[in-house]
Each structure stands twice: as C-alpha cells, then as structure tokens.
C-alpha cells in the first residue's frame, strides 16, 4: 500500500481534479501576495514623494522664519509648527483626563451594566466619526457664539477626537490586568478609588501610554476639523488663542494648490515634518505595546 | 498615593479615618462616572448641533433639499443631491477596489507570510491608516492625478467613446485627472489598513483546530480559506466593510484635494464630482447665512447615513466576535 505506483500513474489518477484545485490555490496566493505588495508599494510611494519633494523645502529657515504672504519671498514654517504643537498639545491635555476617567469607568465600575455596554457602543462609534463632523460641532458650540475661529475652539476639536481612542485603550489595557492584582489591593482594605490609581491604572502604564500616543498621533495631522475652528494665520505665534492659530495641516491645505512657488515648496515640507512625526509616534506607540507585553 | 499615606498615619477612631477615604472614593466614582457619560453627551451634542445648524436650510427647501440638483449661491437655492450622489458613487468605488485588496492582505497575513515578514508587513499596512488624509491628498493631486489622466482617463475615455453604456459612464469630458473615478481608488487605500487589520485579527481568532482538519483531510490553502475561514468569520468580516465604508463616507481632505469640486451632476464617473464632505471643506470658510445652514445641513446628512452604517457594522463586529 506504500508509494508502489509510479509517480506518473497516480497524475494520471487524480490528474484534472488535482490541477484545478492546485491552479486555484497558486492563483489565490499569487493575488494575495500581490495586493500586499501593492500596499506596502504604495505606503513607500506616499513616503518617497515626500522625502524628495520636502527636503528641498527643508532648510533652518523653515524652522525660524513665519509663514509667507501672497507673493513674498523665502518664509518658514515656524509659526505653523509652533500652533500644530500647541494646539495638539492643548487637545491631549483635554481629552486625556476625560478619556483615562471614562475608560476606567467602563473597565472597573461599569462592568456588566446596561449603561457602560451603550457608553461602550457609542464610544466605538464616535471612535470612526467623520472628523469634518467633530470639526462643524465645535463650530456650532464654540466658533459661531463667540463670533471668531479661535485656537480654543481647534484643541477642543482635536480633543473630542482623541477622547474616544483614549477611552478604548485605557478600557482596553485595565482589562488586561489580572482580578488577583485588585483583590489583593482590596484585601489590604484599600478602597475601589485607591485599588485603581495605585495599582491597576500602575499595572496599566505601558498600554495606557501607548493609548495617549495614539491618540496624540491621530490628532496631529487632522486638518478638517481645524479649518472650520482654528483656521489659520500668518503672524508669529502668540501665546493668545482667541484668534485663529496657525498650524501646518490648514497651512499645508491653503499653500499646496497656491500659484507661488516658495508656498508649495513649504507645503511639501510641512507634509514631510507632519508624516514623519506621525509615523514615527505610531512605531513608538506600537513598541511600546510589544515591548509591555 | 497620597489617600495611602493618609490612611497609614490617621490616627483615630475607624469613623473619622474612613472619612477623607469615603469621600475620595465617592469624588473618583462620580468623576468617571461624569466623564463615561461625557461620551453619550457628545454624541447627543454632535446630533442637536446639526439638526440645529441645518434646520434653516431644511425649513426653507424642506425634502427639496435632498432631492434637488441645484446649488446656486446667488440665488440662494440649495439642494443637496449631486453632493449626496457623490459621497455614495466615491464610497461604493472604494469598497468596490479596497474591499478585494484587503480580503486579500488579510489572507497573506494570516495564511500565506513567513513569521519573520508577518509582523513588519502587519505595521506597514496599519501605517498607511497613519498617514494623514491631507498627504494623501497631496500624493493624489500632484502624482496619482497626472498619471491617471495620462494612462487611464484619456486611453479609456478613446476606447469608450460612442459605445452605448460605457460611453457614458467612462467618458471623461475633459481628462484631467480629478474626478469621482480618482477619489474613489484613493479612498480605497486609505481604509485598506482598517478592513485588514480587522479581517486579519478575525481570521486569527477562528480556532486552529478548524484549520488543521481542513489540511488534515487534503484541502488546498485557497480551499481553506474559502471553505473553512470566510464563511466562519463570515458576518465580522462584512462588519470590517462597513466600518471601511463609514470612513469612506466622511473622508475629506484627500476627497477634496481630488474630487474636482464641481458642483452639477455628471452621468460619468470620470468626470469631477463632489462629496458631501468636499462641499463643506470648500465652501465653509466663505459660506454666510442661508449657505451655511445649508452646509451643517449636509453635514447632518453625512452624520445620519454614516451613524447608520456604523452602528450596523459595530453589531456585526460585536456579534461574530462572542461566537
């Protein structure tokens, strides 16, 4: 009953069924194989058009000098990048309490309510929400009633965007942590609030921190929303956000379509800085999960 | 912390040392509690906020709204059909290019790849969800357009020209390169890395033992995957498309940098288009009165239809992820 039979007999035997079924897998593979690379293709496209046309716009001058005005010479970047800074960082700092608080909730408290299962739901929801609407709501509430785009209004924007990742991970990482971690708090006599902040939100760190990373890495390079709350300027930066701030995703936007030459080559760097900073926060965030685990 | 020491040092009855604690306790409850709600009461602010701001635009026109083609500035007439045609014909081209791509990234990554190439491939795709939408656009405009003009708008619109069907739906007026056709393959890839990731995840969760048997009894790689993965992860993975298209939806910058922004309805999808999401991006920052009710009021448009598609892809995901 062993391989008695000639190899040539048993392709004879099973022959046609056999190359169909071995003609489709192959096909399969190869196509499999091939959209893969086309992504991958196009990701090294996306970023080898930036690098070539944004180095030349890279110079210290990008870094020091403001924003040009229509037909001017020369100009950086500095101011934009100065407000980008700002107004990300401004976000961060409002989404973050407010998203760590809630993912707590839904992790520790809300566990196997009605209430956080909704919460939770709507959270994921919110989480893939067009940003443009994020952008018309801030509009509404904040722009509209105080008559003027305002550098406020654009961080509150990029914080109701950061404030859903924030929530899923935080929710996401106090999972992973083990009940016998919160007994052993709560058997010291340690009550709930004192068990979360000392001991699961610290068994938490890593993956919490990846989570605000994330965030932070989605929110910077968000441009719908800004154009209808911070908008944009061409002056220095000032420490004042009652006007409208510059930053380089609108900068990007209103430069990239301009008939000036030095405009577009900023463009092309502003994008160069903002995928490269962004990129290599995801990489970082992503180690950071890894390396936790 | 600082609650730990208190309590290590408080002297006292049991009474006066719970106290401070109890109140903390009840101040950290309530504050996650607020902050969890937080996220209802968004949700219900972005829904009352655009039912509000469009509520003068959809008074004035009322359905005329969203059956009317015309959107004409100076005599304050506004309707929102071609930009609602577009936001649909860009989304279904984009599911219609990424949705095969993905299925099929997914299976590279779970089936096909080598452990070594698995995890860098897995962190170039999700990268490409990293990349914001404007650098797409700037990618779409100043390389994909000329190119596609060039190789796909101008051959195609020769071939079809005068062939009763085709001939209308691939004719390009005026081969530029901008239009619905071009929005809808750079959409495409940018929600590529979001039906993968999730379709892969699924894919990793079906238990091996499924997958063992099949090759246990002779099935081949594509056998497996078409008999024995898909139609088990089956629902999520229609759930993952879904997602996909509410991101397809909503998309702006890139849209708006490629779509053309016209604003009449052409049979073609070759010719420039606009979306629901392009029309605001561009006419925002000018629009005054009753063009910006008009504007919120398309946005409120976009918030329905893509809180729709969400929530049902979110059931989906959710259903087929407790199996």
Not at chain 1, 234 to 247: P, Q, R
Not at chain 2, 19 to 40: C, E, Y
Not at chain 2, 47 to 63: D, Y
């Amino acid at each position: 009953m062993t391989m008695t039979t000639p190899a040539g007999s048993t392709e004879v035997v099973w022959g046609r069924v056999r190359q169909g079924r071995r003609t489709a897998d192959r096909a399969m593979k190869l196509i499999a194989t091939g959209f893969t690379f086309l992504a991958i293709f196009v990701l090294f496209w996306i970023l080898g058009l930036l690098i070539v046309k944004g180095i030349g716009g890279l110079s210290l001058a990008t870094f020091t000098h403001v924003t040009p005005g229509p037909g001017s010479e020369g100009g950086g970047l500095a101011n934009a990048i100065v407000g980008s800074l700002v107004l990300t960082f401004l976000g961060i700092v409002v989404a973050t309490p407010v998203g760590v608080l809630a993912g707590t909730y839904l992790a520790e408290y809300g566990r196997g309510s009605k209430l956080a299962d909704l919460i939770r739901f709507i959270n994921d929801i919110l989480l893939s929400a067009p940003s443009i609407l994020i952008g018309l709501f801030v509009y509404v509430i904040l722009v509209e009633p105080f008559r003027g785009y305002s550098g406020w209004a654009g961080g509150v924007a990029l914080g109701i965007i950061a404030i859903p990742v924030i929530v899923r991970t935080t929710e996401d990482m106090l999972r992973l942590v083990p009940g016998g971690l919160r007994e052993a708090g709560s058997a010291l006599g340690a009550p709930p609030s004192v068990v979360i902040t000392s001991v699961t939100w610290r068994a938490a760190k890593s993956g919490m921190v990846t989570g605000i990373l994330l965030a932070l890495a989605r929110i910077a390079g968000e441009t719908a929303p800004l154009i209808f709350t911070a908008l944009n300027n061409n002056s220095w930066f000032a420490w004042n956000l009652s006007g409208g701030v510059a930053n380089l995703p609108v900068t990007i936007y209103q430069f990239a379509s301009a008939p000036y030459e030095n405009w577009q080559e900023l463009a092309w760097a502003g994008s160069l800085i903002i995928t490269v900073s962004i990129l290599i926060l995801s990489v970082v965030a992503r180690r950071i999960v890894r390396g936790g685990k | 912390m600082a609650a730990v020491t208190d309590h290590m040092t408080a002297p006292g009855a049991p009474a006066i040392r719970r106290t401070p604690m109890a109140t903390f306790d009840l101040i950290f409850r309530n504050a996650s509690f607020l902050a969890a709600l937080f996220v209802l009461v968004l949700l219900a602010g972005i829904m009352l906020s655009m039912v509000i701001g469009g509520w003068p635009a959809f008074r004035e026109f009322g359905l005329g709204f969203i059956t009317s083609s015309v959107w004409d500035t100076q005599r304050e007439q506004y309707g929102a059909w071609p930009a609602i045609v577009g936001t649909l014909s860009t989304a279904l081209i984009a599911l219609l290019v990424g949705v095969p791509l993905s299925l099929g990234i997914a299976v590279y990554l779970t089936q096909l790849a080598p452990a070594w190439i698995k995890q860098p491939v897995s962190t170039a795709i999700e990268l490409l969800a990293a990349v914001p939408s404007i650098i797409y656009g700037m990618w779409g405009l100043f390389v994909f357009v000329p190119l596609f003009a060039a190789y796909v708008q101008i051959p195609v619109s020769n071939l079809v020209e005068g062939i009763p069907i085709l001939g209308t739906v691939m004719y390009s007026r005026s081969p530029s390169g901008l239009g619905i056709l071009t929005a809808g393959i750079i959409l495409a890839f940018m929600i590529i890395p979001f039906i993968a990731s999730i379709t892969r995840d699924m894919l990793d969760q079906i238990p091996s033992v499924l997958r063992e048997s099949a090759y246990g009894i002779g099935a081949t790689t594509w056998e497996v995957v078409r008999h024995v993965l898909v139609p088990q992860a089956g629902v999520s993975i229609i759930g993952a498309i879904m997602l996909g298209l509410g991101r397809a939806l909503g998309e702006t910058m890139a849209v708006t940098f490629v779509v053309g922004n016209a604003n009449r309805l052409s049979a073609s999808i070759m010719d420039p288009g606009s979306t629901i999401a392009s029309r605001i991006a561009n006419e925002f920052n000018e629009a005054m009165g009753l063009q910006l009710n008009s504007l919120i009021a398309l946005g409120c448009i976009l918030f329905f239809v893509t809180f729709v598609v969400l929530v049902a892809a979110r059931i989906l995901v959710a259903r087929v992820k407790s199996f």
